[in-house]
């Protein structure tokens, strides 16, 4: 069975560095892209980042504004997402997200097949 399970959130002070895992299972670390997702309270899902696991190129939101950082380790079967100088709006819910067989990373957003339960990140100010 294909699972993802982030891990990394919490609440930390606004100016500060978080970075979060997803740790991948129940495929081959090799031939798929992750992406990144969050959802601030009451507010819709946005597309963070994702990266290929296969060429390695890597898609960034707009928003990110360079703060944002995505990686992976394929021996660890897992994808990292290192934030920078965090700020109160960056509270959300983040999600980890695989998309199998898929070899460039992009914004995917509908085409996303298996999903992580989600780590909360509060920035307090």
């Known amino acids: 069975e294909v699972q993802l399970v982030e891990s990394g959130g919490g609440l930390v002070q606004a100016g500060r560095s978080l970075r979060l895992s997803c740790k991948t299972s129940?495929?081959?670390?090799?031939?798929?892209?992750i992406g990144w997702f969050r959802q601030a309270p009451e507010k819709g899902r946005e597309e963070v980042s994702s990266?290929?696991?296969?060429?390695?190129?890597?898609w960034y939101a707009d928003f990110t504004k360079g703060r944002f950082t995505i990686s992976t380790d394929n021996y660890k079967s897992t994808v990292y997402l290192l934030i920078n100088s965090l700020k109160p709006e960056d509270t959300a819910v983040y999600y980890c997200?695989?998309?199998?067989?898929?070899?460039?990373?992009?914004?995917?957003?509908?085409?996303?097949?298996?999903w992580g339960p989600g780590t909360q990140v509060i920035v307090s100010s």
């Open positions: 129940g495929f081959a670390f090799d031939d798929y892209v």
């Open positions: 990266i290929s696991s296969s060429d390695g190129s890597v």
């Open positions: 997200a695989a998309l199998l067989g898929t070899r460039v990373a992009g914004p995917y957003l509908t085409l996303y097949k298996y």
